[in-house]
């Protein structure tokens, strides 16, 4: 009975110890409510931590404005000692010349003051007349427009035509007067003389109006003719003939080949350089469309004529001339050997 009792309560003290101790689900409930609590805490804390940094980083930055304000600030203020100390040697140079100035603008007017006073005593001493020339003067400002030394100058001057005139013969004045009198009568003359004349000029030109402009037509009217005239019945005509059994023929662009008109062309041309006594001739392609026989016989007469001691001188340009072919002829030996005996005065060829 005894051992069941103990059993019993000791039973009963387990039953009430295992009341006492809380269940699993309970602590961990429990734990949950601890870490949130906690966590929570540690949120508060970052946030017044965040909020700490914020302020440190704000008054920072705060303070690196301020120093770089108090830099400028420095700055500034060294700039400004030395803008002042420049100032104040400006102001010391300034107050040098100012001191050496008033120097002499206190001798200038002590010395005005004794000129002022000796030219008083002078101008006592003249006449009024004189005196009131002088005031006007004065008061005008025509005073002081000549230094000394001019006034003196023009003193002299006076003096000198005081002399001369003083000094004149008397029989001057009556040969102005006479010289003038005839300056009188001549420049009346000289007014008659251009009426006249431009009378004259307008005689002339009603006289000219009446019969320039008929002679003019009648002019005008000849040279019309006579170019009429020469335009019809008058003209140049060139014949030729390049073989012996041929009549001579007009030269015309449908008859004769282009090599046969360009050697008529040149033969006549060089005719007529020995006419028109000019420098020099300059000619250019002019054995287009001819053969060799055309083009050698062209250059012996333009050699020919252009070696004569009257001639004047042939600048030739052809990019082709004779062929160099011994067989056919050699243009340079030609011309050396026409020029050995000719004389080397005359042809230039290119």
């Known amino acids: 009975m005894d051992t069941l009792e103990n059993k019993l309560r000791i039973q009963k003290s387990r039953l009430e110890e295992l009341r006492r101790v809380k269940s699993t689900d309970s602590e961990r409930v429990g734990l949950k409510e601890n870490l949130l609590t906690l966590t929570r805490q540690g949120a508060d804390i ?11 980083i704000k008054d920072q930055v705060e303070a690196t404005k301020f120093g770089l304000e108090y830099s400028q600030e420095c700055s500034r203020k060294r700039e400004l000692e030395a803008l002042l100390e420049e100032r104040d040697a400006e102001y010391q140079a300034a107050l ?3 001191h050496t100035a008033n120097t002499v603008y206190v001798r200038a007017k002590e010395r005005s003051k004794e000129l002022l006073d000796i030219s008083k005593a002078k101008l006592d001493e003249v006449d009024d007349k004189l005196r009131r020339t002088f005031q006007a003067m004065e008061e005008s400002g025509t005073a002081h427009e000549r230094s000394a030394d001019q006034l003196k100058d023009e003193l002299e001057t006076l003096r000198e035509k005081l002399e001369l005139l003083l000094a004149t013969d008397p029989g001057v004045i009556e040969q102005y007067e006479r010289r003038k009198e005839e300056i009188k009568y001549l420049s009346r003359k000289l007014e008659e003389r251009e009426r006249h004349a431009a009378k004259l000029e307008k005689s002339i030109k009603v006289a000219r109006d009446n019969w320039q402009p008929a002679l003019q037509d009648l002019v005008t009217s000849i040279r ?16 030729v003939k390049f073989r012996d059994t041929e009549q001579l023929q007009q030269l015309t662009a449908h008859r004769q080949s282009g090599g046969e008109r360009s050697l008529t062309t040149i033969l006549y041309l060089m005719s007529m350089t020995e006419c028109a006594r000019a420098p020099f001739s300059l000619v250019e392609e002019i054995n287009q469309g001819m053969d060799q026989r055309a083009e ?12 004569k001691a009257d001639s004047g001188q042939s600048c030739v340009n052809n990019g082709e001339w004779l062929p160099e072919d011994n067989s056919l002829g050699n243009m340079m030996s030609m011309i050396r050997d026409y020029v050995a005996k000719r004389g080397s005065s005359g042809a230039a060829f290119m």
């Open 96 to 98: 040098a010349e100012f």
């Open 46 to 56: 970052t946030q017044q931590y965040a909020g700490l940094v914020r302020v440190a």
């Open 224 to 239: 019309k003719k006579f170019s009429e005239a020469f335009d019809q019945k008058w003209a140049i005509t060139i014949l």
């Open 296 to 307: 050698r016989a062209v250059h012996n007469e333009l050699v020919k004529t252009t070696c």
